[in-house]
């Protein structure tokens, strides 16, 4: 009998030890736009991580079109769910601080990727938004020669990303006195908003010796294409259709800037290293933008490098983060979590 | 007789499908207590005086598609008057942005008596407007809310003398809302204004011939809709801290709320207590879908899908009601 508990007993503890060993963490995921191909691979890359990880026994996804209102009332039932950390893009930079502080109160770890949060307590990775501007314009405004007019085309008015390529924006054409602006327009990052908005300039005919757009690219070099009108330098995001026709459309000058989505796996990544106990030195972890021209050799390599029939045009090409993401092509491709 | 009872037993019906899925968020989360009521009153506070605002309109049969743009107004307005002000200032503020609510309503219900334009094509360009005018206050999210304006939302009910146990269950921003629908509700439901918008929604020719001026009555329902996008739109600001000049998706969710509960899209029938129950199911459904873990992509569906089998339920069994 007493053999009997003891076995038991030992038994019980091993059951433990190889819990413990396998460490089965449970990681919640909250976003709030559906439907765009950039938020899409960065749920992706969040779903492959996890998975190539080998640390999370399962993922609980809130993945809807709300606000930063909703999108506490979901860190809340995350929290009801009970997640050992919650991998975030926050809807505003301040609107879901107090549902973060419930959280981590609670001990749970939290991750916002793509954009920041003020909370103090949230650990924050994100690619630099105001570089990205910033990178993306002065290679146009370089393009144009320094000087002429530049049609400005923006994400969503209001949106924390937009404000922040605004500043890169605005630091860039600080620097060029003689670049005005033609036409500022949101596209809200809608394909088809982007699209009608540039047949309208087109249209007008309004001058403008280049365009800058904040990752709704491929629509605008269409426009073009299919009205005839010439060519000038466009700047856009890593989308996989837009670096296509960086390779392909004849007369094309354009540079893409890199903003991967893949920054959402990054995000897992950085929350498995915190709670293994390993943390970063700083809170925030900026990932910096790359610049891929096809004006020059290094930068072709590089577009010609980046292509992939496989993977969806509206996404960004740049699918991993190295030092960060271990998963492969294929698992991001295949968007399978733990479990699925 | 039988009206009331169908009208009160639909109400009886929701509630009683809000018990069941409490119980069955109990289940699926052992866990799910005080903290977890707690979030469903703050996550529902926005919702429901959105759904608020848009029962009243539609009892008296209008529809108002401004409402979240009317929200986001009052939310970014009320933020940024807020920024750096001391208490006494903030509470001024707030009344200014409940009146400024109401007369964005009024203006909208205006609108619709003078033109004669159909209130869903006057409702859906000012939608427009409002957004517009949200963002020319403000930008970007950002602003303040007062401290004590973001801790009225928070946490259990504490009352003096009363042990802490007794209440702490019931949050706060259930409190509130209560608060705000006997404030405002009540005393227009028992008046003779609110048997107007009852008249000018159940068949607005008749309720002309007996006496009712139509026109004033339905501008007042819009002004009655505004003050409570107004609160909405504070709930909003409460809740995040800040003003989002970007309305939030509270339109077409108070439009299902008010018909799961039980109003009448064409005016007339319904009350405000089943679309605030309906609004408690649909954000415990939501709850339950991310506690279980559902695919986000079917969450939305099966939210669908809940309402319209209630819905037809209802109307399968108010037709059998008619029967016998």
């Given at each position: 009998?007493?053999?009997?508990?003891?076995?038991?007993?030992?038994?019980?503890?091993?059951?433990?030890?190889?819990?413990?060993d396998?460490?089965p963490?449970?990681?919640?995921?909250?976003?709030?736009?559906?439907?765009n191909?950039?938020?899409?691979?960065?749920?992706c890359?969040?779903?492959?991580?996890?998975?190539?990880?080998?640390?999370?026994?399962?993922?609980?996804?809130?993945?809807?079109?709300?606000?930063?209102?909703?999108q506490?009332?979901?860190?809340?039932n995350?929290?009801?769910?009970?997640?050992?950390?919650?991998?975030?893009?926050?809807a505003?930079?301040?609107?879901?601080?107090?549902?973060?502080?419930?959280?981590?109160?609670?001990?749970?770890?939290?991750?916002?990727?793509?954009?920041?949060?003020?909370?103090?307590?949230?650990?924050?990775i994100?690619?630099?938004q105001?570089?990205?501007?910033?990178?993306?314009?002065?290679?146009?405004?370089?393009?144009?020669?320094?000087?002429?007019?530049?049609?400005?085309?923006?994400?969503?008015?209001?949106?924390?990303?937009?404000?922040?390529?605004?500043?890169g924006?605005?630091?860039?054409?600080?620097?060029?006195?003689?670049?005005?602006?033609?036409s500022?327009?949101?596209?809200?990052?809608?394909?088809?908003?982007g699209?009608?908005?540039i047949?309208?300039?087109?249209a007008?005919?309004?001058?403008f010796?280049?365009?800058?757009?904040?990752?709704?690219?491929?629509?605008?070099?269409?426009?073009?294409?299919?009205?005839?009108?010439?060519?000038?330098?466009?700047?856009?995001?890593?989308?996989?259709?837009?670096?296509?026709?960086?390779?392909?459309?004849?007369?094309?000058?354009?540079?893409?800037?890199?903003?991967?989505g893949?920054?959402?796996?990054?995000?897992?990544?950085?929350?498995?290293?915190?709670?293994?106990?390993k943390?970063?030195?700083?809170k925030?972890?900026?990932?910096d933008?790359?610049?891929?021209?096809?004006?020059?050799?290094?930068?072709?390599?590089q577009?010609?490098?980046?292509q992939?029939?496989?993977?969806?045009?509206?996404?960004?090409?740049?699918v991993?983060?190295?030092?960060w993401?271990?998963?492969?092509?294929?698992?991001?491709?295949?968007?399978?979590?733990?479990?699925? | 007789?039988?009206?009331?009872l169908s009208?009160?037993?639909w109400?009886?019906?929701?509630?009683?499908?809000?018990?069941?899925?409490?119980?069955?968020?109990?289940?699926?989360?052992?866990d799910?207590?005080?903290s977890?009521?707690?979030?469903?009153?703050?996550?529902?506070?926005?919702f429901?005086?959105?759904?608020?605002?848009?029962?009243?309109?539609?009892?008296?049969?209008?529809?108002?598609?401004?409402?979240?743009?009317?929200?986001?107004?009052?939310?970014?307005?009320?933020?940024?008057?807020?920024e750096?002000?001391s208490?006494g200032?903030?509470?001024?503020?707030?009344?200014?942005?409940?009146?400024?609510?109401?007369?964005?309503?009024?203006?909208?219900g205006?609108?619709?008596?003078?033109?004669?334009v159909?209130?869903?094509?006057?409702t859906?360009a000012?939608?427009?407007?409002?957004?517009?005018?949200?963002?020319?206050?403000?930008?970007?999210?950002?602003?303040?809310?007062?401290?004590?304006l973001?801790?009225?939302?928070?946490?259990?009910?504490?009352?003096?003398?009363?042990?802490?146990?007794?209440t702490?269950w019931?949050?706060?921003?259930?409190i509130?809302?209560?608060v705000?629908?006997a404030?405002?509700?009540?005393?227009?439901?028992?008046?003779?204004?609110?048997?107007?918008?009852?008249?000018?929604?159940?068949?607005?020719?008749?309720?002309?011939?007996?006496?009712?001026?139509?026109?004033?009555?339905?501008i007042?329902?819009?002004?009655?809709?505004?003050?409570?996008?107004?609160l909405?739109?504070?709930?909003?600001?409460?809740?995040?801290?800040?003003?989002?000049?970007?309305p939030?998706?509270?339109?077409l969710?108070?439009?299902?709320?008010?018909?799961l509960?039980?109003?009448v899209?064409?005016?007339?029938?319904?009350g405000?207590?089943?679309p605030?129950?309906?609004?408690f199911?649909?954000r415990?459904?939501?709850?339950?879908?991310t506690?279980?873990?559902?695919?986000?992509?079917?969450t939305t569906?099966?939210?669908?899908?809940?309402?319209?089998?209630?819905v037809?339920?209802?109307?399968?069994?108010?037709?059998?009601?008619?029967?016998?």
């Amino acid at each position: 009998m007493k053999r009997l508990l003891l076995g038991s007993v030992a038994l019980t503890l091993a059951a433990f030890a190889g819990m413990a060993d396998a460490k089965p963490w449970k990681i919640g995921i909250s976003n709030t736009v559906q439907g765009n191909g950039w938020r899409e691979e960065m749920v992706c890359a969040m779903k492959a991580q996890a998975l190539a990880s080998g640390e999370v026994s399962a993922l609980n996804i809130a993945h809807r079109n709300t606000d930063a209102a909703g999108q506490s009332e979901d860190i809340r039932n995350l929290i009801q769910a009970g997640v050992d950390a919650i991998v975030v893009n926050p809807a505003n930079a301040d609107g879901i601080n107090a549902a973060i502080k419930e959280a981590t109160d609670k001990g749970i770890v939290v991750v916002a990727v793509d954009q920041a949060v003020t909370e103090p307590s949230a650990y924050i990775i994100s690619n630099n938004q105001e570089e990205y501007a910033y990178l993306g314009a002065k290679w146009l405004f370089q393009q144009m020669g320094g000087k002429g007019s530049v049609v400005y085309m923006r994400g969503a008015a209001g949106a924390g990303a937009d404000n922040d390529r605004d500043k890169g924006f605005k630091k860039a054409m600080a620097e060029f006195p003689d670049i005005k602006i033609a036409s500022e327009v949101f596209t809200g990052w809608q394909q088809d908003q982007g699209k009608q908005q540039i047949n309208d300039i087109i249209a007008s005919g309004a001058k403008f010796d280049g365009v800058w757009t904040s990752g709704i690219d491929n629509v605008i070099v269409d426009a073009f294409t299919e009205s005839g009108a010439p060519l000038v330098p466009i700047v856009g995001a890593d989308n996989a259709g837009f670096v296509g026709q960086l390779a392909s459309v004849k007369g094309l000058k354009g540079a893409a800037v890199t903003n991967p989505g893949s920054v959402g796996g990054a995000g897992v990544a950085l929350a498995l290293q915190i709670l293994d106990g390993k943390k970063p030195a700083e809170k925030t972890v900026l990932v910096d933008p790359v610049l891929w021209d096809n004006t020059t050799d290094a930068g072709k390599a590089q577009i010609a490098a980046a292509q992939n029939p496989k993977l969806s045009p509206e996404w960004p090409v740049s699918v991993s983060i190295p030092g960060w993401t271990t998963y492969t092509m294929d698992q991001i491709i295949a968007c399978k979590g733990p479990g699925e | 007789m039988r009206r009331l009872l169908s009208d009160s037993g639909w109400t009886l019906g929701l509630a009683g499908l809000l018990a069941a899925l409490l119980v069955m968020t109990k289940l699926i989360q052992p866990d799910f207590g005080v903290s977890g009521l707690d979030s469903l009153g703050r996550a529902a506070l926005p919702f429901a005086l959105a759904t608020l605002g848009m029962a009243v309109v539609v009892i008296a049969g209008g529809i108002d598609l401004s409402l979240a743009s009317m929200m986001a107004v009052c939310s970014v307005t009320a933020a940024r008057m807020m920024e750096g002000a001391s208490d006494g200032q903030s509470a001024l503020a707030l009344i200014f942005v409940l009146a400024l609510g109401a007369a964005m309503g009024a203006l909208n219900g205006a609108l619709v008596v003078a033109s004669r334009v159909p209130d869903i094509v006057v409702t859906l360009a000012m939608l427009f407007v409002w957004q517009g005018t949200a963002l020319l206050i403000l930008n970007a999210p950002g602003g303040a809310a007062a401290p004590w304006l973001r801790a009225l939302g928070v946490g259990g009910l504490t009352l003096p003398l009363i042990p802490e146990a007794l209440t702490v269950w019931l949050p706060r921003s259930v409190i509130f809302l209560m608060v705000c629908l006997a404030v405002i509700w009540l005393p227009i439901r028992r008046s003779p204004l609110g048997l107007r918008f009852y008249a000018i929604g159940s068949d607005a020719l008749a309720a002309f011939r007996s006496g009712v001026p139509v026109g004033r009555t339905k501008i007042a329902a819009y002004a009655v809709t505004g003050l409570f996008a107004a609160l909405g739109g504070i709930a909003v600001t409460m809740s995040t801290g800040i003003g989002e000049p970007i309305p939030g998706p509270y339109l077409l969710a108070a439009v299902a709320a008010v018909v799961l509960g039980g109003v009448v899209l064409g005016g007339g029938r319904g009350g405000l207590i089943g679309p605030i129950l309906a609004v408690f199911v649909l954000r415990l459904v939501r709850m339950d879908l991310t506690l279980m873990s559902v695919d986000p992509n079917v969450t939305t569906i099966v939210e669908g899908a809940i309402m319209v089998v209630v819905v037809m339920l209802g109307g399968v069994l108010a037709m059998r009601g008619r029967r016998t």
